[in-house]
């Protein structure tokens, strides 16, 4: 004989299985965000599945091509040393990436935990979370950022690897300094939820609070997660690149496009192409990210009624 009880398991969100079709419906419909989904795959097919089909060395050097501009034999030209700079986008653009969801995955970690006891438990460690929130959203980001790096990169380099560590660094740092505005939608969406009748009737059938939190509530806010998540992405890909372009990021040998960028800044007027096309890989992510997040704002608002 089952030992669920069949009221609590009535009383159980179904907002998983109604969210797929009819948000996918309200998503399609949105050229933007389908454009940008789109763009978005092709470019991570390219840098996923690029560097196995185009086998140009990236560290190759050759000053003979030195700062040559695109041709049959380099489609994006050269940087200063001679280097493929489609071979090193390629590669480079999964570190990008990598971060950009590692970093993700942190802030949003972080922010939804926070969020979450701060809305459910309310009083006083609502109280105190928030003002932890408050203080953080006050300290001054960017700034902060470059101090952190640039004081523990030495040390975690010599720990986990020039390569691994400033990874491990630059990701920590990113997603522990944007969890703000993610535990902020979360509890506003717990303040709400738990007034709802089926989370009463859940707590009063014995629901333990961390069932309540994560099988009742949480699946009912998950739509400003996702949306915040994807968004998260693009920051944390402009931020990473912002670091590798003040020289406190990932080192020379590892090019990601932030890094590209900073190393093709004396070289802006006689070969452009060398920050050019590292610049539109930032911009052609980062704004396919941003459009599929307002499509997912879009299409996961409950109040829309568009389909």
């Not at 489609?86 to 969801?101: D, E, H, K, N």
């Not at 007027?269 to 992510?285: E, K, N, R």
């Amino acid at each position: 004989m089952s030992n669920v009880n069949p009221i609590q398991s009535e009383l159980t969100p179904t907002f998983m299985p109604n969210l797929g079709k009819k948000a996918w419906q309200r998503f399609y419909q949105d050229k933007m965000a389908v454009l940008g989904a789109i763009a978005l795959t092709i470019l991570l097919l390219c840098v996923i599945f690029g560097p196995f089909f185009y086998t140009t060395a990236i560290d190759e050097i050759d000053f003979s091509r030195s700062s040559t501009g695109p041709s049959w034999y380099h489609p994006f030209g050269t940087n200063s040393l001679g280097q493929d700079i489609l071979a090193r986008m390629l590669s480079g653009g999964r570190i990008s990436i990598a971060v950009g969801i590692a970093a993700m995955l942190v802030a949003i970690t972080v922010g939804v935990f926070i969020g979450a006891v701060a809305g459910y438990y309310g009083g006083v460690i609502d109280a105190l979370l928030m003002r932890l929130t408050d203080l953080f959203l006050a300290l001054p980001q960017l700034p902060l950022l470059l101090l952190v790096v640039y004081l523990f990169r030495d040390p975690i380099r010599a720990v986990a690897g020039p390569e691994f560590g400033i990874f491990i660094l630059v990701v920590l740092v990113i997603g522990s300094l944007t969890w703000m505005s993610v535990a902020r939608l979360v509890r506003a969406g717990f303040l709400t939820v738990k007034q709802l009748d089926f989370v009463t009737a859940a707590r009063a059938l014995g629901a333990s609070p961390r069932r309540i939190i994560w099988i009742h509530i949480l699946p009912n806010i998950i739509g400003p997660v996702i949306v915040a998540a994807t968004l998260a992405i693009g920051n944390a890909i402009i931020t990473e690149s912002t670091l590798s372009f003040f020289g406190l990021g990932f080192p020379p040998d590892v090019p990601t496009w932030g890094r590209m960028l900073y190393d093709a800044r004396d070289y802006l007027q006689t070969s452009p192409h060398q920050a050019i096309f590292p610049g539109l890989a930032i911009f052609i992510t980062v704004s396919s990210i941003n459009y599929i997040g307002d499509g997912l704002r879009d299409a996961l608002d409950p109040q829309s009624r568009s389909i």
